[in-house]
């Protein structure tokens, strides 16, 4: 993937295709690792409590917003993250349609209470890697700024819940082929005339081709593929005096 | 992810698994082996060859292999996200309470050898190897002076360490509601209610006729039996695993039940499990290790003293011994939350060329480790097919009955199931025993941990066996414990102490196990 063959007698050429490979470098991380973005601190939503006589109580629900660097929008390919305790997911996101950049971005669900827990008292899919991919969202997640993770956990078996290790992964660019296709053609051109075509009598070839196999077998038999058995010794030794606790 | 992705990931991890096995060589050495037969045309190569495999049988041997590799351990279904210990164990505190375990075992095991003197393992001298192959047959005859060895651990140990598990960021408040639970067990795992099970084990429902119930000798044979076995003859005709683990959720009949269970298995490669017992034969003759003396005290102790078992004790020792040096169980090790024992040669440690994993297999036996094996010498006859039998059960259920796991079929779940089972359907009984200081799970858990091997009578544990292969789960096995408890209701509710219940459920040896699963299930 990152070997471009570069037409060395052409300098202009030279330039675009070293731009081209920086622009392929970039987002060969960001498809690795996920886009970089800064998880702001879990804003859990409590109900009560605002007249100081009664105690708050946890609603059940948190919200997680997920900044992409600023003036960065992204076309999202799949949402990645590792649940910690949370029983349903929702996914809002804000996007700034291109070309209007005076005018405000606008929030849309992406997707509504979907479970990650089957039962939200007990410890099934509690602590599961999760991946979200743009096909399971409602709205096309492109030229995102924002991303709004709203948690539900309804259950008070829990003490808290969050999402982990969030990651972004953006849509990849078709790779940048043009470079080799034409070298490959250019080669093609210096080969000279196309071969004319034998009229071929199928029935025979195949009688050769027969044989050959009948052959290629025959020298192949005598390789053993029989499953072998593990060794669990080291050149036939086998002293152990303790066992190591890691 | 959407469902085509997830099937070709599925497709392509079956593929690479079953690459370069035994079944694919053969498979192309067939395929190979055809080109000379006169119907198979060059234009139509490849659907020619296609139609050879599937009307010679290489089809059907495909999809059994497939049907085990389902089967065998979870294929992970999302992307590469998930790191290796999560397919092992998903739950944080799981894996730090089964690792807290294996220590202690190994600081066990380590301080055993040293005390003894005895290394963990050594090579065996060549004039005691030849004394050991002489005897092979007969290794019962032995009366080697295991005293100063015992067991590594007991099924009770183990218990303690179950019981201890708290999910730390699990809110068990002191305020008692509805949600409270009686039993032992304080980790909220997801086990499945009678409304689940019944929708679950509809085979075992009362108007389903099954072995166990309906070969009672008071049927006459045609009203069920008859038609049933014929039923099971074609499908042992068929060599299909599929419809053999069907056919087992309403018992295998005695005749055909070994050559069933070795196909739902896909234990069916003969001489490639003769050569592989083999091998591991001439790895145990090669090294003795501290391990094999825990084998040779662990079936004196248990199955040497049982009526139905000791007969057996030869086989035993053959398969365990053979058992300890498989290397190629160390592969179960993915999805199991265990780690194996890791070691070094003598005189090399720290250099990973001379790591090792000790035993070879990564399993290290505990009290009552020969029943697992024992109820499988009443149908298989010849070691090397014993022995291949046992590794296919023990990879698929029985390691889960000795590890720490949040898996439905893992022993904590079992518990977890029974306990709740007993408490909504028997709650006075339950609160009685609880208040006595009997909780029925220190009374069950023996059972349960050797999925009653040694306490039911053989038939009968064949039966439940059935059941645990057909549903390729251990569920029966906590479904039949809460059984008992039910059966022996009356009684349990006059007792005053832990030893007065123990000793009424003392005797399991008269049980009718189908019946009294059906009953709980879908009489109660």
């Not at chain 1, 195949?206 to 192949?220: D, E, F, K, T, Y």
């Not at chain 2, 309470?97 to 001298?125: C, D, F, H, Y």
């Not at chain 2, 100063?148 to 007991?154: E, G, N, S």
């Not at chain 2, 094999?292 to 020792?317: G, H, M, P, Q, R």
């Amino acid at each position: 993937m990152n070997c471009l063959i570069i037409n060395c007698g052409d300098g202009g050429r030279l330039q675009d295709a070293q731009q081209r490979a920086k622009q392929v470098r970039m987002s060969a991380d960001d498809v690795t690792k996920g886009v970089a973005c800064t998880l702001k601190p879990p804003v859990f939503l409590h109900f009560g409590g605002g007249d100081g006589k009664t105690q708050a109580c946890c609603s059940g629900v948190c919200v997680i917003d997920v900044a992409l660097p600023p003036g960065k929008t992204v076309n999202i390919e799949a949402i990645a993250f590792k649940n910690f305790y949370t029983a349903l997911l929702s996914v809002r996101l804000q996007r700034r349609s291109p070309g209007q950049e005076g005018a405000a971005a606008k929030w849309c669900t992406a997707l509504r209470d979907r479970p990650l827990m089957n039962n939200p008292h007990t410890e099934a899919g509690a602590q599961d890697y999760y991946t979200i991919d743009r096909k399971q969202m409602q709205v096309d997640p492109d030229d995102v700024s924002c991303v709004r993770l709203i948690l539900k956990q309804p259950s008070s078996a829990w003490l808290t819940f969050s999402l982990e290790d969030v990651r972004i992964f953006p849509r990849t660019q078709p790779e940048p082929d043009k470079e080799l296709s034409d070298w490959l053609l250019a080669l093609n051109l210096l080969e000279g005339r196309p071969q004319t075509q034998v009229p071929v009598d199928a029935a025979s070839v195949s009688c050769g081709l027969q044989q050959m196999w009948a052959l290629s077998q025959v020298m192949q038999s005598s390789q053993s593929h029989a499953a072998s058995v593990g060794r669990f010794d080291v050149d036939g030794c086998y002293d152990v005096h303790l066992l190591f606790l890691t | 992810m959407d469902e085509d992705a997830e099937l070709s990931l599925t497709v392509s991890q079956l593929v690479r698994r079953l690459k370069g096995s035994h079944l694919h060589a053969e498979m192309e050495r067939e395929a190979r082996e055809c080109l000379h037969q006169p119907e198979i045309r060059l234009d139509t190569l490849k659907d020619d060859v296609r139609k050879f495999l599937r009307t010679s049988g290489w089809e059907r041997k495909l999809q059994n292999a497939v049907h085990r590799e389902l089967h065998v351990g979870r294929l992970s279904p999302s992307l590469p996200v998930a790191p290796p210990e999560h397919l092992k164990e998903p739950l944080a505190y799981m894996r730090k309470a089964q690792a807290s375990w294996e220590k202690r075992i190994l600081k066990s095991l380590n301080s055993m050898s040293t005390e003894l003197g005895v290394p963990l393992a050594r090579m065996r001298p060549a004039a005691e190897q030849q004394d050991l192959s002489n005897k092979w047959n007969e290794m019962s005859t032995d009366e080697p002076d295991l005293s100063r060895f015992r067991p590594v651990y007991a099924p009770k140990d183990f218990l303690e360490v179950v019981v201890a598990l708290r999910s730390p960021n699990h809110d068990s408040g002191e305020n008692a509601g509805a949600r409270s639970h009686w039993g032992l067990i304080q980790v909220p795992l997801d086990v499945k209610d009678i409304t689940q099970l019944r929708r679950a084990y509809t085979e075992l429902s009362l108007a389903t006729g099954q072995l166990g119930i309906d070969d009672n000798a008071h049927i006459h044979p045609d009203l069920f039996e008859n038609d049933y076995i014929d039923i099971g003859k074609k499908v042992l005709a068929e060599q299909d695993s599929a419809a053999a683990q069907q056919y087992s959720r309403r018992g295998c009949p005695t005749g055909l039940r070994a050559d069933l269970w070795a196909l739902i298995l896909n234990s069916v490669n003969q001489p490639q499990d003769v050569m592989r017992y083999e091998q591991l034969k001439a790895g145990v003759l090669q090294h003795d290790l501290l391990v094999d003396n825990l084998i040779y005290k662990d079936v004196k102790l248990t199955a040497s003293n049982d009526d139905d078992y000791f007969v057996f004790e030869d086989f035993l020792y053959q398969v365990l011994l053979c058992f300890s040096r498989d290397a190629a169980i160390l592969e179960h090790f993915k999805h199991n939350s265990a780690t194996p024992p890791k070691s070094y040669i003598q005189g090399k440690e720290g250099d990973e060329d001379y790591a090792v994993f000790y035993p070879p297999n990564g399993v290290i036996p505990f009290h009552g480790f020969s029943m697992y094996v024992a109820p499988l010498c009443f149908l298989y006859n010849e070691p090397s097919k014993l022995y291949s039998v046992f590794r296919e059960m023990y990879t698929r259920y029985f390691f889960r009955l000795h590890s720490v796991s949040s898996a439905c079929s893992g022993i904590v779940s079992l518990c977890l199931l029974f306990e709740r089972l007993l408490q909504t359907h028997l709650p006075q009984l339950f609160y009685h025993l609880q208040q006595i200081g009997a909780q029925p799970l220190r009374i069950a858990f023996k059972w349960m941990i050797r999925a009653f091997s040694g306490y039911l009578c053989t038939d009968q544990l064949l039966f439940l066996w059935d059941r645990i292969l057909g549903y390729d789960s251990l569920e029966p096995v906590a479904v039949l414990a809460a059984a008992i408890f039910a059966f022996r209701a009356e009684n349990l509710m006059e007792v005053t102490s832990l030893a007065s219940a123990e000793a009424v459920l003392a005797d399991l040896s008269t049980l009718k196990v189908m019946p009294l699963i059906q009953i709980f299930l879908f009489a109660s």
